[in-house]
Every structure is written in structure tokens, then in C-alpha cells.
């Protein structure tokens, strides 16, 4: 049997020794590695979760300009809630083929309760008028005839517009009444102007301004100024 040499021995050990040396280092730094690797997919993971989260809160905060397109209805503008009114109430009024008695027309609006805003108008022409104010989503009736004894006008006196209710149409008298409104539709002036006679044949008239007794030049002058 032949002897080992001692030198051969301690080459061999320290080469076992380098090999386990080196096969350790390769191990930790494999180690490190996938240690490091782990750490970043758990980052990368925690960095979408966030995300996520963050497009969860968001999403569930409510839409600015969502909410203002949706918010109330638009309001009406007083045409069309006038042409609404209309369409529903006095459809069959505005054909040529309806009674004298109930037939209507859409006149132009006018300022009748002198506030600055236009009123709107419907005219028959055997009763006269019916004035309507359109706003803040209403509409109210302001003044209308009550048969041929009370036929509705209006007319411009004094820097204002009057509102006249009249019989002119009776034997035996001519009556007028004057109201000027406000812009709340109340009545703040008024006035009359009118005459009468013993009969039919309308002799020995008596004329009349403001329930006094006046002269029949005196009614002619107020008849001319007012009605001018």
C-alpha cells in the first residue's frame, strides 16, 4: 500500500475547504437575491393596493359637474309657460271655426301693472281682454271681462297703464273704470268716468268723474285726454 504524501492531504482540505467557501457565498447571495426579489414584488403589490384604494375613494366622491347638470329642472320662461297654459286650457278657442263668444287670439304682451315686465294677453272680441302675469313658474290671472257689460281694454294715461273695465254697449249709459297696478297685482289707483240718461233715447244726459257731477265739456275733455 502506498504512503499519501502529507502535502497532498493538506491541498485537498484546503480545496474542500474553498469549495464549501465558495458554494456558501453562492448560496447567500442567491439568498439575497431572492430575498431582495420578494421584498420588491411585496413593494410592487403594496403600491397597487394603494392605487386601487385611492381609485376607490375617488370614484366614490360625488361628481361636481354631474350634480350641477342633474340638479333642478330648468324654469320656464314666461312664454312658455303662457303657451303652456294655453295648449292646455283654450285649445279649441284658438280655431277659426270656434264661436264668436269663445273664440280668443294671442295679442302681443304688454306692461300692464307697470313693474317693467310684459303681461300677456288673450283678446275676445265680443268680451275684450283677459291680462295674465307669467313669472316665478306661475301664472296668475291679473284682470278679465265679465260679459259685454264689463268689457276689459286698457289704455295709457298718465306715464301708466290703466286698466278699463266698460259698458258701452246698453241703452241709457256709458260707464268706464279705471284701475292702475303694481307690480305685486294690486290695485292703487282708481277712477271712473261716465254718463246716464232718463231713457233709452238718451236725452237729458248726466255726466260723472269720480261719482261727481260734471259738465258734458268737462267729460269730453277727459274722454279726449284718456282716450286719445
Known sequence: MKKVKKSNICWGIITVIMLNAVLM???????????QSVQELTTEKQDQDESTNNSSVESDEPDESATASSGKPEEKSPEELFDEYCSKEYSSAFSE????????????P????????????????????RYYDCKDGK???????????????????KDATWIVHSDTTHGGR????????????????????????????????????NDEEITEEEYNKYYNEIFK
Not at 448560496?27 to 439575497?32: A, D, H, L, Q, R
Not at 260707464?175 to 233715447?201: C, H, M, P, R
Open 25 to 35: 457565498a453562492g448560496c447567500t447571495e442567491k439568498n439575497e437575491t431572492v430575498s
Open 97 to 108: 271655426d270656434a264661436d264668436a263668444t269663445e273664440m280668443l287670439t294671442k295679442e302681443d
Open 110 to 129: 304688454v306692461d300692464l301693472d307697470n313693474d317693467g315686465e310684459k303681461e300677456f294677453i288673450l283678446r275676445n272680441p265680443v268680451y275684450g281682454d
Open 139 to 157: 301664472i296668475t290671472l291679473l284682470a278679465d271681462s265679465d260679459g259685454t257689460a264689463d268689457y276689459c281694454s286698457y289704455v295709457t294715461y
Open 174 to 209: 256709458e260707464y268706464y273704470q279705471f284701475d292702475k297696478y303694481d307690480g305685486d297685482l294690486n290695485i292703487v289707483e282708481s277712477f271712473n268716468l261716465y254718463w246716464t240718461a232718463e231713457n233709452e233715447e238718451e236725452k237729458n244726459k248726466t255726466y260723472f268723474f
